[in-house]
Structures are given as structure tokens and as C-alpha cells.
């Protein structure tokens, strides 16, 4: 008995390229696939890595019951069409690093990746996840042109998700039971809003004393130095690639959440060209809108701050770039 299958059809299914694929890019290849999202182009320069993984991905289909398709690569040619593109080459921190001193590194590895995935990708959605990230965000907005809309980072989700589960562990409740918004720089300027988090609508304001929550605040801007210093040789990735994922979902099924996303700022909570963690509706065009919060001084004090701090490392980065163009 013979199976002679007929012509094949060929459909345009959706695509998303990860450009890096360390521990963050691979392991956000898997939840993509395997959530069935999308097919996946994972592109580094190291030859034989992206491929390697990609296979190794490939034969897990059957196991995970999807059939996407996984390519690995090394040339952007591949990356060809693809509906969102996430950076997040780059290197990664050691211990006693911050995410600003990854600065003259990473700069110029995040220009040439958004460079040359636009010219293959013109209508592509990008998502930075390269720390430090609201600084990267910015330099590849300015390297592809893009309208604010259509770039954003990977940071708030994080960040909220690391308070949401300090919060959790602290109460001894369900972590999705938990939910908490984190604005401003992804670093140890981030304004994680206590009075906006909740455990199934009861504001933790009524579940936990002005001292605990300030202790879980303060673990949540430390919480990936604390991985990175728990690990010794690298950072963290399941909770940054599940992040992500969430993003990379809601623009592919145009679910409209209301998400913290670093995006480029013109005018919103008084702050302009500048990108910063905000909440933001993510659909298939991208960053739908803005939502402006009303903030207390002091937190929006907080988000100045922060932002203050990215505009220096902007500035920072530009300088940089400029002298290694001009070398």
C-alpha cells in the first residue's frame, strides 16, 4: 500500500525570527512553537549553533504535538517576511555587572541585528529584549526607523511577573491570583506600583504592612541580579522567554492586553524621545495605545528619575557609536 500525497498547498503562515539564540532566544523558540504561534527563524552567528538547536527542536514535534517549523540559520536572507522580529543578541551579565556596564557592547551588536533584519523584514514588529534594554530599544528604533508603534522592549512584563511572585511566595497564595504593574527603566530605577498590585482584587495594601511590601519592592529591582549572582555564570531565561512569548501572543492573536512594554514616549506622563516601561494595548498593529495612569508624586518623581537615567545612557551609547563609526 502506497501513500502518494497530493500537491502540497502552500499557506502563508506566520513568522517570527529571534535573532540570538542563547539561553533567552532558544528557549523562546520552544514557547512559541510549541504554544503553536508561529514558525520560528532563529538566527546567530555562531555557524552550527542555530541550526543544531533548531533541529534539536524539530524532534521534539511530535513528542509536543505541533508542527511548526523551526529553522536555524545564520544568514539573514532567511529571516525573510517575518511578522515580529525579537533581538535579543547581545552579551549577557556576570556577576557584579549592571545591565548599563552590557552599554558599549551591546550598542553596536543591536544596530547591526535591527539594520539588517528591517531590510529583509520591512513590516515587521520588533521586540528588544538586549539589556540594557530601554537603551537598546531606543538605538534600534533610531536604526530601523520605525513608528513607535510597530517597536517596543521586553521589560515590564518581567518585572511585574518577578514582584507578582515575591508577592505570592511572601502571602503563600496561587502566583496567578497575583497581579502587579511595573513601570519605568528595566533596572534599579523601576517603579513597581504597590498600589496597583492585588491578590484577586484585594489590594496588597490590605494584606501586607508598608515595610514587607517595600522589602518585596526592593527584591524586585534586584531580581535578575539576584539570578545572575545565584547562577555565577550567566542570567536568567525561562521567565524572560515566557515574557516575551506573552508579547509575541498577543500581537500575533491581536488579543489587545494591556501589557508594561518599554516604548517610545511623545509626550505621555510629561516625558518625551525617550523610551521607558509603560502600559501599553499590544495587537496585531503593534502598541495600539498608551494608557497614562494616574501616578502620585512620588512615583511619578520615580518614573522621571528613571527615564532621566536612560536619556544619560542614551547619550552614552550614541558617543560610543559614533567613535567606533569614526575609527
Known amino acids: 500500500m502506497s501513500f502518494s500525497p497530493n500537491s502540497p498547498i502552500v499557506c502563508n503562515l506566520p513568522r517570527v525570527t529571534i535573532v540570538g539564540a542563547g539561553r533567552v532566544g532558544s528557549t523562546l523558540a520552544q514557547r512559541i512553537a510549541e504554544k503553536n504561534l508561529a514558525d520560528v527563524v532563529l538566527l546567530d552567528i ?30 539573514y536572507a532567511d529571516t525573510s517576511g517575518s511578522q515580529i522580529v525579537v533581538i535579543t543578541a547581545g552579551l549577557p551579565r556576570k556577576p557584579g555587572m549592571s545591565r548599563d556596564d552590557l552599554l558599549k557592547t551591546n550598542a553596536k551588536i543591536v544596530v547591526e541585528a535591527a539594520k539588517n533584519a528591517i531590510a529583509h523584514s520591512p513590516n515587521a514588529i520588533f521586540i528588544v529584549v538586549t539589556n540594557p534594554l530601554d537603551v537598546m530599544t531606543y538605538l534600534a528604533w533610531q536604526a530601523t526607523g520605525l513608528p513607535r508603534d510597530r517597536i517596543m522592549g521586553m521589560a515590564g512584563v518581567l518585572d511585574s511577573a518577578r514582584f507578582e511572585t515575591f508577592i505570592a511566595l511572601e502571602l503563600g ?31 496588597i495594601t490590605e494584606l501586607l504592612d ?118
Open 46 to 75: 555562531i555557524a552550527g549553533m542555530p541550526q543544531g538547536l533548531a533541529l534539536d527542536l524539530m524532534e521534539a514535534r511530535g513528542i509536543e504535538i505541533h508542527n511548526r517549523q523551526i529553522i536555524g540559520t545564520n544568514n
Open 210 to 327: 508598608a515595610a514587607t511590601i517595600e522589602r518585596l519592592i526592593e527584591r524586585t529591582r534586584n531580581g535578575g541580579a539576584e539570578i545572575v549572582e545565584l547562577m555565577q555564570t550567566g542570567g536568567a531565561f525561562f521567565a524572560p522567554a515566557s515574557a516575551t512569548s506573552v508579547m509575541v501572543e498577543s500581537i500575533l492573536l491581536n488579543q489587545s492586553r494591556l501589557l508594561p512594554v518599554a516604548a517610545y514616549l511623545q509626550g505621555e506622563y510629561g516625558l518625551e524621545d525617550v523610551v521607558i516601561g509603560v502600559p501599553c494595548r499590544l495587537g496585531c498593529g503593534g502598541i495600539e495605545s498608551v494608557l497614562e495612569l494616574t501616578l502620585s508624586d512620588e512615583e511619578r518623581e520615580g518614573l522621571h528619575t528613571s527615564a532621566q537615567s536612560v536619556r544619560q545612557n542614551i547619550e552614552r551609547s550614541q558617543e560610543i557609536l559614533a567613535n567606533k563609526n569614526n575609527s
Open 173 to 203: 497564595v496561587l502566583p496567578a491570583d497575583v497581579k502587579a504593574m511595573v513601570l519605568g527603566s528595566h533596572g534599579d530605577l523601576m517603579v513597581p506600583l504597590s498600589r496597583y498590585a492585588t491578590v484577586n482584587g484585594i489590594p
